[in-house]
């Protein structure tokens, strides 16, 4: 559901409030799903984003290719996430990580939580532009305790990756890229610089927050998320909370480039589907052991 693109003052084009499907599969996954359709070409480059919870195996081992496939796990998830690829990493995540697979020409990936743990994250798929989709996989584990924190007040912003006004976290195998976790005490708020050329997706993961963009006023709340680009110069987006809240900021640059979509596959034309479909099923994008 969405409401139509709106257009605040200046030029940050905004997409209306957008609610994520349903999604269940098994007795161990749940989740809000969303897809770059909803948001009128403003989630770009974001493909598609899962805010999910998972107990037990659920997928299995599978490919991706023409794209980045990225774990973003939150404080309160409970246990490990293991985490395989085909480039030979075997790697429990732990409450807070970060995993950013590459998927580049292709790979395998296998994702699920150990028994007994239950993870809460975002699944989300990133978009590679056409010069990059040949490249060689390539991933990255970042550590909670690794990720700088910014104290705002009752703000308490997580770098999960990139760059947050001063504060500089680790930085993306792919293009430039910034996710923040951010959580707020009721009546906090934290203020982000939105660099020009850049678009973000906005994600409420708990409770309720406004985000505030040259005036204009968008009220979120869990379960619903808008995407922002802004066009022109770097500019203030600010978000608060009335009551305790967390919300998660996803920012990059847009490809702006025709892409399809098939599953784990996003590449640039049906053609191109089709090649890296026969390689893997020829065991070219590789195995997980």
Avoid: C
Wanted: proline share 7%.
């Amino acid at each position: 559901m969405m409401t139509p693109t709106q257009t605040p003052a200046g030029d940050i084009d905004m997409s209306g409030i957008v609610e994520g499907e349903p999604l269940a599969i098994g007795s161990g996954f749940s989740a809000r799903s969303f897809r770059h359709a909803a948001f009128g070409g403003l989630m770009d480059p974001l493909v598609m984003l899962d805010h999910f919870t998972m107990t037990e195996p659920t997928f299995g081992a599978h490919p991706h290719a023409g794209m980045s496939a990225v774990s973003i796990l939150f404080e309160d998830s409970e246990g490990q996430f293991n985490n395989r690829d085909s480039l030979g990493n075997d790697i429990d995540l732990l409450p807070g990580d970060l995993y950013w697979l590459k998927a580049g020409r292709g790979a395998v990936h296998d994702e699920a939580p150990r028994p007994g743990s239950r993870t809460h994250a975002l699944q989300v798929f990133v978009n590679l532009p056409s010069r990059l989709k040949q490249d060689a996989p390539e991933a990255l584990h970042v550590a909670a305790g690794d990720m700088p924190s910014i104290r705002n007040g009752g703000a308490r912003v997580r770098v999960v990756l990139g760059q947050s006004n001063d504060v500089t976290g680790a930085s993306s195998p792919a293009l430039p890229f910034t996710i923040l976790d951010a959580h707020f005490r009721a009546g906090s708020r934290y203020t982000h610089t939105l660099p020009a050329g850049r678009a973000a997706v906005l994600v409420p993961i708990r409770g309720q927050a406004e985000v505030v963009v040259d005036g204009a006023v968008t009220k979120l709340e869990t379960g619903h998320a808008i995407a922002l680009r802004n066009r022109d110069e770097a500019r203030p987006l600010t978000i608060r909370a009335r009551a305790e809240a967390q919300l998660a900021l996803l920012q990059g640059m847009p490809v702006q480039e025709r892409f399809v979509q098939q599953g784990p596959f996003v590449m640039s034309t049906i053609e191109d589907v089709d090649a890296v479909s026969k390689a893997h099923a020829a065991g070219l994008l590789g195995r997980i052991d």
